[in-house]
């Protein structure tokens, strides 16, 4: 098991950043970020395997970069030309392995003003 520690979120108009970060109890083998808005199912954004491998959603390329530091245990997603539509509470989530169960943060309010 593993407990994960959000910071970072806030309120930013449009075209500004944001730095999320995410703190695990432990080491873990994919971290990243999901999103969710009311209404809406949590959809993913980045992740990163602890080799490096990232994937990210196709709405997000060319703006976010997700990146990690494995020794701390910590995942970052810098969020650059932040627009409306990323508003959303952002989720850290963490597998322990190739496959399992994910664990998730509690979620920190992203919101972008226009």
């Known amino acids: 098991q593993v407990q994960l520690d959000e910071s970072g979120g806030g309120l930013v108009q449009a075209g500004g950043s944001l730095r999320l970060s995410c703190v695990a109890s432990?080491?873990?083998?994919?971290m990243g970020w999901y999103r969710q808005t009311i209404g809406k199912q949590r959809e993913l954004v980045a992740t990163?395997?602890?080799?490096?491998?990232?994937i990210y959603a196709d709405s997000v390329k060319g703006r976010f970069t997700v990146s990690r530091d494995n020794p701390k245990n910590t995942v970052y997603l810098q969020m650059n030309s932040l627009i409306p539509e990323d508003t959303a509470v952002y989720y850290c989530?963490?597998?322990?392995?190739?496959?399992?169960?994910?664990?998730w943060g509690q979620g920190t309010q992203v919101t972008v003003s226009s």
């Open positions: 989530y963490a597998m322990l392995g190739i496959t399992g169960r994910p664990y």
């Open positions: 432990g080491s873990a083998f994919r």
């Open positions: 990163i395997t602890s080799g490096g491998s990232t």
